[in-house]
């Protein structure tokens, strides 16, 4: 059992003071703490007593009436798009991409629903949807770059132009000029599959590769590169390599194997000793082929020369038939073989 | 709910000036010093408040300057409390450890407590501090004796206590400024908290705060504060002591009190004479030195008996052997270590305050300011006192006209 406590009265303490004192025992700066400290007191006691108001209210509203705190909301109409992008597509697509019924209310749209329809596009590859209150939609859009074009055939229809992303995304390109189209060498030997209205994605490490020996190409040799007019995947699956038709050069064939930088410094180093060969007066026109995909030291590589165009003399082995014309080396689209879905 | 920050500013009222220092404290874990304000003290004499008018104004300002200074509003003050009026008493209490195993219950050390500190006061009388001494179980000290085996247990307290009126002058004038005082410590007790280190407290020593118009003087042992008192009389005696001696205005006699003042004798010549102003101006004449060093001693000797006197036969030099150990205004005289040594017969040295002090501070002034901040930081009081911690809650705060 545990022992009475012993309750004796404490003397009086310096605590037990009223420490506060008459107004007009304070300085001026005491008086005007202690109208500020009021001032506070009661502003925040405001505070708390509206929110606490505010709180009941609300309760009692959601009880009776909860339309009326729902309907303000979503009443406001949107009333325009503010679209950010990176590419080419602008507010025009957006809009009729979203398809936002008439009078639709900004808090009543589901951003994930319009989203889904935004990414439908291939073209699209990050969107993001917001609200801007009171009544506009925010919409930033991050686009798929093209890197090659591909002319597909689906049934009866005309051939059509798409192009393919470096993750392999197939998508129509819209917005693009035409000037931006004819720098994109069109890809040729590639599996297309269909899904729904469009094209499935192509292999992530075929379109990958491709996209590193365009950059390559842009990088090391620009001037080549812009004579590019096919890159070839039909030997991609089989033998690793890919067969570019340029302007220059017939027939370039790279190992996808090796390093781009590195063929392409070759091709480079092989591309000016062919034309110091020629010198000034020897035969213009394009070279036969240049295959960079033979030996492992590269330090060879093997080039044909094609006949010069205009005739003259000239001493070039031929080793492929000489083309009769350059254009049957650098196909138009109408040349190209179409792809039958 | 703790507050995470908290301005503290703690308060000197002195004689000859008012000090604020300004603390920052985070968390009750560390302090950082942010503010200064001082400013010339009037309307108090031996550290009571005779006009309550002219030190509010002071106070005021100083508390005006520290908070410019640091750039924030003090929350709350800690006082430090000095002056003549302060007396003490030594308490104790015995109680038999009820439990029939003989362990001490925390309801054991509750009563005995309750008992040490419950002595009727004289009228107008007040508690300001209960210091407790180290509990003794069956003789035997202990630090803490709940669940250690035992037959009697003892306690005692020194209680700490002032004139209700005199107290309630000091707290109203810091209420002046609307700042709530939540701390009132004897100045002996702030300063001997800065200036010794808890070998000394539990070697023994003796602190002497001597400040313009009082002495404040503690006696720590077995860890503790054994005995702390206030004797009136401080460095601004030895100036009227020289104004009187010499015929010359208090300000002419502090000028030399600081110039030539000793705490013992040390001028054998005394033919040696020494210039009032130096400036050979009219009206610049010469005293003797030797003079000057036999009223300034005298004095400070005097003083030092008074002390030893009033510490009586709690004091004795085999049982402080860490020395005496001066601080205050009032100990920057020369010399005046000797003199502490030779009246109590113990070695005497100059407190130096922990190295983390900023070098702007370090004067024996502000060791009783930087002691409030101290106490403050470790929470003595609340020990020392025997209360219980405060908490500064949002909602009380929020009702508060006080801060």
């Known amino acids: 059992m545990n022992p009475p406590a012993i309750n004796l009265p404490p003397p009086r303490s310096w605590r037990d003071l009223p420490q506060p004192v008459k107004p007009r025992a304070m300085s001026r700066e005491g008086r005007r703490r202690r109208i500020f400290a009021l001032a506070r007191t009661v502003g925040l006691t405001g505070v708390v007593l509206a929110a606490c108001w505010g709180g009941m209210e609300m309760w009692a509203t959601l009880q009776t009436n909860p339309g009326r705190l729902v309907a303000p909301a979503d009443g406001t109409p949107v009333r325009g798009l503010v679209v950010r992008t990176d590419g080419t597509l602008d507010e025009t697509w957006v809009r009729e991409t979203l398809a936002l019924p008439p009078q639709a209310a900004l808090l009543a749209l589901d951003l994930a629903a319009l989203q889904h329809r935004l990414l439908g596009s291939g073209q699209v590859e990050v ?6 209150l009171p009544d506009r939609l925010g919409v930033t859009l991050h686009e798929r770059v093209p890197v090659g074009r591909i002319l597909a055939q689906s049934g009866d229809s005309a051939p059509r132009t798409w192009l393919m992303a470096r993750d392999g995304t197939v998508f129509a390109g819209v917005g693009l000029t035409p000037e931006a189209l004819e720098q ?14 469009g094209l499935a994605p192509i292999e992530g490490a075929t379109a990958a590769a491709v ?8 990088t090391g040799v620009p001037a080549l590169a812009r004579g590019f007019r096919v890159v070839s995947l039909a030997q991609f699956a089989t033998n690793g390599v890919i067969v570019v038709k340029s302007a220059a050069v017939q027939e370039i064939i790279f190992d996808a194997r090796e390093s781009f930088p590195r063929q392409v410094e070759l091709l480079d180093l092989a591309l000016a000793k062919v034309a110091e060969a020629r010198g000034p007066f020897g035969p213009a026109g394009p070279m036969a082929s240049v295959n960079l995909a033979v030996g492992g030291s590269h330090n060879q590589v093997p080039v044909s020369l094609g006949l010069a165009v205009n005739g003259g003399t000239t001493s070039a082995r ?8 350059a254009d049957a080396y650098f196909p138009s689209p109408a040349n190209l073989a179409q792809h039958d879905l | 709910m703790i507050s995470r920050t908290k301005y503290i500013g703690a308060v000197e009222i002195g004689t000859s000036k008012i000090t604020v220092l300004v603390g920052q404290f985070t968390r009750g874990h560390s302090v950082h010093l942010i503010g200064l304000g001082e400013s010339p003290s009037q309307g108090v004499i031996k550290g009571t408040i005779v006009d309550f008018k002219a030190a509010s104004d002071c106070v005021h300002a100083a508390l005006e300057q520290a908070e410019r200074n640091a750039g924030v509003r003090i929350d709350e003050v800690y006082l430090a409390q000095s002056g003549g009026h302060l007396e003490g008493f030594q308490n104790e209490a015995v109680v038999n450890v009820s439990s029939a195993d003989n362990m001490v219950s925390a309801l054991d050390i509750d009563n005995v407590c309750r008992l040490a500190k419950a002595k009727h006061l004289p009228e107008g009388r007040m508690v300001v501090h209960h210091i407790r001494r180290p509990f003794r179980l069956d003789g035997r000290l202990v630090a803490e004796p709940e669940h250690l085996a035992g037959r009697r247990l003892e306690a005692a307290y020194w209680t700490v206590h002032g004139q209700e009126a005199r107290i309630a002058d000091q707290i109203h004038v810091i209420r002046g400024f609307n700042v709530p005082v939540a701390e009132l410590i004897i100045s002996s007790l702030a300063s001997g908290a800065m200036m010794t280190t808890p070998d000394d407290r539990q070697n023994g020593a003796v602190v002497i705060d001597l400040g313009a118009g009082t002495t404040d003087f503690a006696l720590y042992r077995e860890g503790c504060a054994q005995l702390t008192g206030v004797v009136p009389v401080g460095g601004g005696h030895l100036t009227n002591d020289l104004a009187l001696g010499l015929r010359v205005t208090e300000e002419q006699a502090e000028r030399l009190k600081l110039r030539f003042g000793r705490g013992t004798v040390t001028t054998r010549d005394r033919s040696d004479k020494v210039w009032l102003n130096g400036d050979f101006a009219v009206g610049d004449r010469q005293f003797p030195r030797h003079t000057i060093e036999q009223i300034t001693a005298a004095r400070t000797a005097e003083i030092f008996e008074v002390v030893k006197k009033r510490l009586g036969a709690a004091f004795a030099p085999d049982t402080a052997t860490a020395g005496v150990i001066l601080t205050g205004g009032a100990s920057k005289l020369a010399g005046i270590d000797e003199a502490a040594a030779k009246v109590f017969g113990v070695p005497a040295s100059l407190g130096e305050p922990p190295a983390w002090v900023n070098e702007n501070l370090r004067g024996p002034g502000f060791s009783t300011v930087l002691g409030l901040l101290h106490y403050g930081l470790t929470g003595l009081v609340s020990s020392a006192g025997g209360g219980r911690t405060t908490s500064s809650g949002f909602f009380k705060k929020l009702f508060s006209l006080g801060s």
């Open chain 1, 127 to 132: 969107a993001e949807l917001t609200r801007l």
């Open chain 1, 318 to 325: 031929r080793t492929l038939p000489a083309p009769t014309a």
């Open chain 1, 211 to 218: 996209a590193d020996l365009l950059a390559a190409a842009r």
């Open chain 1, 184 to 197: 994109l060498p069109y890809l040729d030997g590639v599996r297309l599959k269909a899904a729904g209205t």
